[in-house]
């Protein structure tokens, strides 16, 4: 049993956290010594990630020099060279943006239309199918109030936030009381879709096992029922026929249903087309009842860098000025896509770590092309890189935007101060910026 | 910086200018008396110059819009065009959802300074005005989501109208709103459940509230408060055949609350795009239009205001804070359904819409919206809007202007164009009206600006906003009568000879050559601070616990409003009957 | 019948790069009354530079057309890192000699385009007119439309001799995609018009969520949604002014969406 910390002298309440989509706004950190000695009120991956803040920390910018190793380097000296490989490039990249405020995204969007640039997030690697989904059948979503006031039945398919998001049930969807559910738990029913038996799954009231793959065939098979047509066959993706029934029923006399889904259901054998047949099933359930759906976002702010693209570009993700105005189109301007067919000559990664999020083929092209590392930590992608350039914590020792998963903004504290010699990711792309149209300039001249 | 605007034809229907050669005088941003030699001149001999165009009902920042954006690429296709090489802009995108840059482009070359963002909801105006700090070249005031909040609904229910005054009053602060926007009372909240409310009074299941409750009571505090602009409604029953009853109603149920003595605007409430809400008829089938009933109430009483939500056959997207009439929409199109829903305030809904000349219900839409602007004999109780992008988006303002100004390219479209329910279900072929220019710029300026009570815009007084715009049509030789000159006013007013907003030039010949940021417009109470302060601490607990971010992370702070103006408001306590 | 092009360009790529070129300038439409010079001079997109025709090809030019449709283009060479061959053209003809990359004669309106090898993804994607003939496999989303539009391939006609990837025919709302070879999973998703034959194997799922249209399997299924009802069975059946040879079992589906689309079925 750890012991509660009682050694500081300064309490700041309600931080957003940032970690994962939840975004929860009620953390309380306690410094001493203008440090952050605790945590209150996270879940642990939250709190773990505050309190080891330090370490591993970049802490100076970095060149790699002839022998391969980096060297620490000034400001000055790796942002120019940054800039200068950035705008002789051909077919540059700047990715990543999810663990960042929207105001350093907006400065990032602006980099990449002076310098023709591709800008994607994660998005390309989890939700992307998910929006693609949204774009071609529709979007019925809520805000997470909306299911803790009125909830009754909960449903995650293909996601496990109990250990992803640990604190969605207990703040935002199951546990809590809600404005038309006073007893919390008591007064919902939770249902888990999912291959394997999560931890989720274990909280659940029922658990509904289905074969991997085969989610466009279950989705399907729900919405016939759903109309009260008749299924030949006595069981779907490996669920008897009377289960789903059940299943359908009780989606159908709920009063108010929410579904929440990840990448279990986007990153399947049909991707959007799941994702396209499950809106298509909580559209028909409107006419009986009513229900939304979210997506389980991961990262604090992905769902704010989509938003800060729309308003912007008017696409969300994968977003290509190669050609001075935006382009989108999954395949052709997204990230894994781009690398893979060996396109890049410049990858630039801005609080994101390609070298845990891609394949190794992907990865693999990185070697061979200019890389750039705009981040707080020591991580694979650093050793990968060619100029790291270190930078500060949104709501740690920056201020900004983010957007939660169900995309309401929060406004993040700046706590305690950054570690003398780096610079917050606005601040580091502003300078890019400049030095960008300095050598645009030049060269109309 | 100082200029003089020589020569030009001037529409300033506030002080009584209708067309008359004269110059206009601009120093520190402001309309003057006279410049120094040193003014720059800027010859418009013969042009046409209005004040600087103000749309009070238009749809361009926050959430709704995001979603639209997210989830209809095919129309930011639509609306793409590379950077032009002549211009400071960058590259546009989108049709009727442009981006940020492109609303702010594309308004500003119309020659419209101050455009109203319609629909707020507080808990995520941050993202509004986020948004506008994107949005170049306007001034932006913001209407916040109150008709389905549930603080309002209980302080209504248990008919508490001193707390729902505090509430109000520091809710704009929170949301660094302008004024009160009230959309489908109840409705929207009962779509929490999935459902509907039937008319002005049929209760909402849980709060057992009515439409008519919520409507005078929002009206009341208005008053009390003294707000600049008057209740903004969005009247229930949109889009449903035989839903002009309700309007009436809606129209009626307030003409006993006295107006504030403070304000100059006439009116105490101001009914949006009610185009949409003037049918009669059981179905689509059976529609017809019901805005002759409408109209004459319109022209018999002075206490309220409309805009119209004109249609314009485009390929649009509709999108509302009326939820549960999108999902009517969708039952009925099929097409694509965006909704969301936002914990204890409101509901939205968006779905592409088709309108088009050959189909009867696009058509009847068309010319129901026409019936108003013919049939309101005193302009200064309309303005010109397209419910953007509900109707058609912003761009097609100039379109809807040719019409109005030409008998021969609306009888053309009537005979040759449109399908003939126009006829046949509306009184539109009834009228000979033809709109002049002063009536032009009274719906275009002049009277959005009073009804919204921005009393130092819309037109070109002493003192005033240096906020003008000349428009490359010789007034005098100009004949916007002829069918044949449709497509060139059209033009014309699509691309401004200048914009010029604060004393500076934005657009000149039809090119951007400046920049600036928009600027954030919102309504202060002062007077209140106390007993806000009681209210504040009695509802953050159950706040804290219905809201699912903390109350503490709930308003905009500074950080989203720069630049801003702030329109201060001295409260003068209960100055109002309470009836 | 023999159709003489009385201008051909020809263009041999003479340098290839990774970065993928855009050839949405180099149509008939556009080119068929330019000089050698002109033509060397047209404008291809290379990444976010700007680069001419000439910088990776050698033109030759034979012959004199006064309208689009007298103009031929033969591209050789490694096409399989040139876009958008294609991209918009309303007549004349477009012979490639090689793999070619994302949207060959995507939004087509008119004209022929032959392809002498495989094609990357959105091959005919919102193509309303024209005739585009694959040699080769095709990827994802061929005759499909684009990201969030209802609305696909309205017109003209596909021909694929390989393989079609995931999703053909997307949003098809009208015109005819033949493929020979086999297709993955999803052909004819949310379909709502227009014919697709398939000879070979197709994989899971075809048809979902399709309203209207007809989707002709000649070849195998493997494994038909829950929400297609059989219909009838008929031998050489006539489908759309064509008969099929042999017992063709007919579903109508998706009753997901209350579609009334037609898939035909080998046994």
């Known amino acids: 049993m750890e012991t509660p910390i009682t050694d500081y002298d300064e309490e700041i309440k309600n931080c957003s956290c940032s970690y994962c989509g939840n975004n929860c706004d009620d953390i309380t950190y306690l410094l001493k010594n203008k440090q952050i000695v605790g945590v209150r009120h996270a879940c642990r991956i939250g709190a773990s990630k505050i309190i080891n803040d330090q370490d591993q920390r970049l802490l100076n910018p970095m060149i790699r020099n002839e022998e391969g190793i980096l060297e620490e380097t000034s400001w000055d000296e790796a942002l120019d060279l940054t800039a200068k490989l950035l705008y002789n490039s051909t077919r540059p990249v700047l990715y990543g943006w999810g663990e960042t405020s929207v105001e350093a995204i907006k400065k990032g969007i602006k980099v990449a239309e002076l310098t023709g640039s591709v800008i994607d997030n994660q998005s390309t690697i989890c939700h992307g199918s998910t929006i693609q989904a949204f774009q071609n059948v529709g979007h019925p979503v809520m805000t997470l109030g909306e299911v803790k006031n009125r909830a009754d039945v909960i449903i995650y398919v293909g996601t496990n936030p109990m250990d992803d998001h640990p604190r969605h049930l207990s703040r935002y969807t199951t546990f809590p009381e809600g404005f038309f559910r006073k007893n919390g738990r008591e007064d919902r029913t939770i249902i888990t879709l999912d291959p394997k038996f999560t931890n989720t799954a274990k909280v659940s009231d029922k658990w509904i096992q289905f074969n991997m793959n085969e989610d466009y065939l279950l989705f399907n098979a729900l919405r016939i029922l759903l109309k009260g047509q008749k299924i030949e066959s006595d069981e779907i993706a490996g669920v008897p026929i009377t289960e789903l029934e059940e299943l359908i029923n009780i989606m159908k006399n709920a009063e108010y249903g929410a579904l929440f889904f990840g990448l279990g259901v986007s990153q399947t054998l049909a991707k959007q087309k799941n994702v396209d047949v499950l809106i298509q099933l909580i559209e028909d359930l409107n006419r009986y009842s009513k229900w939304s759906m979210l997506p389980m976002r991961g990262f604090f702010n992905v769902s704010g860098f989509n938003i800060a693209l729309t308003s912007e570009t008017g696409y969300p993700y994968g977003v290509d000025f190669a050609r001075g105005y935006p382009r989108f189109m999954v395949g052709e301007t997204t990230t894994i896509d781009l690398l893979n067919r060996r396109e890049p000559d410049f990858f630039m990664a801005i609080s994101a770590d390609p070298g845990v999020q891609f394949p190794g083929y992907s990865i693999q092209h990185l070697t061979q092309i200019p890389t750039i590392q705009i981040d707080t930590h020591w991580g694979p992608y650093t050793e990968l890189s060619d100029i790291v350039l270190p930078s500060t914590r949104v709501g740690v020792e920056t201020e900004g935007t983010a957007y939660r998963m169900d995309s309401i903004p929060l406004f993040m504290k700046k706590v305690i101060d950054k570690p003398e010699n780096c610079h917050s990711d606005e601040w580091i792309l502003n300078e890019l910026y400049q030095r960008l149209e300095m050598l645009k300039s030049k060269e109309e001249k | ?579 | 019948m023999v159709v003489l092009f009385v201008k051909t360009i020809n263009l041999k790529m003479i340098k290839s790069s990774s970065i993928a070129l855009e050839f949405d300038n180099v149509l008939p439409e556009l080119l068929y009354d330019k000089s050698l010079e002109d033509v060397k001079n047209t404008i291809i997109f290379h990444g976010n530079k700007k680069e001419a025709v000439s910088d990776y090809f050698d033109v030759n030019i034979t012959g004199k057309s006064d309208i689009p449709d007298d103009c031929e283009i033969i591209i050789d060479g490694d096409l399989s890192r040139v876009k958008r061959i294609g991209y918009c053209m309303s007549s004349g003809k477009i012979v490639a000699n090689g793999d070619v990359d994302f949207h060959v004669g995507a939004c087509m309106s008119g004209g022929t385009i032959i392809v002498n090898g495989n094609a990357e993804s959105y091959a005919g994607r919102e193509m309303t007119g024209g005739v585009l003939r694959i040699k080769g496999n095709v990827k994802e989303f061929c005759g499909s439309s684009y990201a969030g539009d209802w609305r696909g391939m309205s017109g003209g006609k596909i021909i694929v001799e390989g393989n079609a990837g995931k999703q053909l025919a997307e949003y098809m709302v009208g015109g005819e995609i033949i493929v020979k070879g086999n297709c993955d999973i999803l052909a004819g998703v949310h379909m709502a018009g227009g014919l697709i034959s398939i000879d070979g194997t197709i994989n899971q799922w075809v048809g979902g969520q399709m309203k209207k249209g007809t989707i002709i399997v000649n070849g195998k299924l493997e494994e038909m949604l829950p929400t297609f009802t059989l219909q009838e069975i008929v031998h050489n059946p006539l489908i759309c002014g064509k008969y099929y040879i042999g017992k063709y079992e007919l579903y109508s589906g998706d009753n997901g969406v209350k579609g009334v689309g037609s898939l035909w079925l080998k046994k």
């Open chain 2, 1 to 579: 910086m100082e200029y003089l605007l020589k020569n030009g034809i001037v529409f300033d229907p506030k002080n009584n200018i209708d067309g008359e050669q004269m110059d206009i005088f601009i120093k520190d941003g402001k309309i003057v008396e006279n410049v120094s030699s040193d003014a720059k001149v800027l010859d418009v001999s013969g042009k046409l110059v209005m004040p600087g165009g103000v749309d009070l009902h238009s749809h361009i920042a926050g959430p709704k819009l995001s979603i639209g954006r997210l989830y209809r690429p095919e129309d930011i296709r639509r609306g793409i065009k590379p950077a032009s090489q002549e211009d400071i802009s960058g590259f546009e995108a989108g049709f009727s959802l442009p981006t940020c840059p492109t609303i702010g482009y594309r308004y500003t070359k119309m020659g419209y300074t101050t455009v109203t963002e319609a629909a707020v909801p507080p808990l995520e105006a941050k993202h509004a005005h986020e948004e506008i700090n994107s949005i170049p070249n306007l001034d932006i005031p913001t209407l916040t989501l109150f008709g389905n909040n549930w603080f309002m609904l209980k302080y209504v229910k248990e008919n508490r109208l001193d707390d729902l005054t505090y509430f109000i009053s520091k809710w704009l602060k929170l949301a660094k709103g302008y004024g009160i926007k009230i959309v489908n009372p109840c409705g929207s909240e009962a779509w929490g459940w999935g459902k509907n409310v039937d008319g002005l009074d049929d209760p909402e299941p849980h709060w057992n509230v009515t439409g008519r409750e919520v409507i005078t009571a929002l009206t009341k505090v208005n008053e009390r408060l003294g707000l600049p602009h008057s209740v903004h409604v969005h009247t229930n029953d949109l889009g449903h055949p035989g839903n002009y009853t309700t309007t009436l109603e809606t129209f009626d149920c307030i003409k006993d609350i006295k107006k504030n003595k403070n304000v100059e605007r006439n009116q105490t409430m101001h009914c949006t795009h009610v185009q949409f809400h003037s049918y009669k008829g059981t179905s689509w089938r059976d529609v017809s239009s019901g805005a002759t009933e409408l109209i004459d109430y319109i022209n018999k009483h002075n206490h309220l205001t409309c805009d119209i939500g004109q249609i314009t056959f485009d390929e649009t997207t509709t999108m509302t804070a009326d939820a549960p009439m999108e999902y009517d929409l969708f039952r009925l199109t099929g097409l694509k359904w965006a909704n969301k829903d936002i914990e204890v305030e409101t509901s939205s809904g968006l779905i592409p819409s088709i309108y088009s000349k050959h189909a009867p219900v696009s058509v009847l839409q068309w010319a129901v919206g026409l019936e108003f602007f013919m049939g309101v004999t005193d302009p200064w109780k309309i303005a010109l809007t397209t419910d953007s992008p509900n109707g058609g988006p912003f761009i097609r303002y100039p379109k809807i202007i040719s019409w109005l100004m030409s008998q021969e390219k609306l009888q053309d479209m009537l005979n040759n164009e449109v399908h003939n329910w126009a006829v046949n279900r509306t009184n539109l072929g009834t009228y000979d009206r033809e709109y002049t220019w002063n009536e032009i710029a009274t719906i275009t300026r002049a009277s959005p600006a009073k009804i919204l009570g921005l009393n130092d815009r819309g037109h070109l007084g002493m003192g005033a906003k240096a906020d003008v715009s000349v428009y490359d049509i010789d007034v005098e030789n100009f004949d916007p009568t002829l069918k044949n000159n449709s497509a060139i006013l059209e033009n014309k007013l699509l691309n401004s000879k200048y914009t010029i907003k604060d004393g500076e030039i934005l657009v000149k010949d039809a090119k951007i050559v400046k920049l600036v940021k928009s600027n954030h417009i919102w309504c202060k109470v002062n007077g209140l601070e106390k007993e806000e302060e009681i209210l504040t601490n009695r509802i953050k607990p159950e706040f804290n616990k219905y809201y699912t971010i903390k109350y503490e992370n709930y308003g905009v702070n500074e950080h989203y409003i720069k630049p801003e103006t702030c329109v201060d408001i001295e409260y003068g306590g209960v100055i109002c009957e309470n009836n």
